[in-house]
């Protein structure tokens, strides 16, 4: 009885650390750890990300406005910052609108990473008003990514 007894506790521990321990799979079928598996899926999970939103109904200043923002950022964020461009009229699969209060024709949002956690953002919006002036615009941008992200 006392061998039964203990069989059963072996087999307990054994099945607590399967359950315990999560298996990612890749694929080609290797089990990589789990490290390696969120790189994987998003090579800047661990990076502050620039995300620069539009709509379907773009301003006349947005595309320029836009073409501008991605050289600042090319020139001076490449190496620090993820960065992307997305419509967010056409999100589907994540729930841009809701989480930003997105509804300008432009709109670009600061999230903060660090260590793989999101410390918060900060959207600017208004952009498209300020393009006329490219020097300016520059300035701005770079003074509000500086503040909000800082040379990380």
């Known amino acids: 009885m006392n061998k039964l007894i203990f069989a059963l506790f072996l087999l307990t521990l054994n ?16 089990q990589p750890s789990i490290e390696q598996y969120f790189q994987e899926e998003n090579p800047t999970y661990d990076r502050s990300m620039i995300f620069v939103f539009f709509n379907n109904e773009p301003c006349a200043q947005c595309a320029a406005a836009i073409a501008q923002i991605e050289e600042i950022y090319n020139r001076y964020y490449k190496d620090l910052y993820g960065f992307s461009i997305i419509n967010y009229q056409n999100d589907d699969e994540y729930n841009f609108i809701e989480t930003y209060n997105l509804f300008r024709p432009l709109s670009v949002v600061l999230l903060r990473v660090d260590d793989g956690a999101v410390f918060g953002y900060e959207k600017l919006d208004n952009l498209e008003n300020q393009i006329s002036d490219p020097v300016s615009f520059d300035d701005y941008f770079r003074f509000r990514v500086n503040s909000f992200l800082g040379e990380q």
């Open 15 to 30: 099945f607590n650390a399967w359950a315990q321990t999560p298996v990612f799979e890749n694929s080609n079928g290797l």
